[in-house]
């Protein structure tokens, strides 16, 4: 189990200052309405994360890297022989 501070949280998380920002990015109709009213179905939804996207990149925001999850097939075997000896009790 992974525990996230709310402090690293929030670092992440957009506020809706990005939308105000943006609107200097756009001459959309479509676009400056969504900015301004937020999406109303899934597919305007969808819109708004693409251009929370699109803000970033401008403005040069990176996400983290994912943590490394992978393991090997030796590594699992390994970590079962501890509990193979345990069956036979």
């Known amino acids: 189990m992974v ?17 105000e920002e943006y609107k200097a990015y756009t001459s959309s109709k479509y ?6 009213n937020g999406p109303k179905s899934l597919a305007q939804s969808w819109m708004m994360g693409a251009l ?27 970590s079962i022989k501890k509990y193979e000896n345990t069956k036979d009790v």
């Open 3 to 19: 525990l996230i501070s709310a402090h690293s949280i929030q670092k992440f998380m957009p506020s809706d200052d990005w939308r």
């Open 31 to 36: 676009e400056l309405d969504l900015l301004e």
């Open 52 to 78: 929370y996207n699109k803000w970033k990149k401008i403005k040069g925001i990176k996400d983290p890297e994912p943590p490394d999850c992978s393991s090997s097939m030796k590594e699992w075997e390994q």
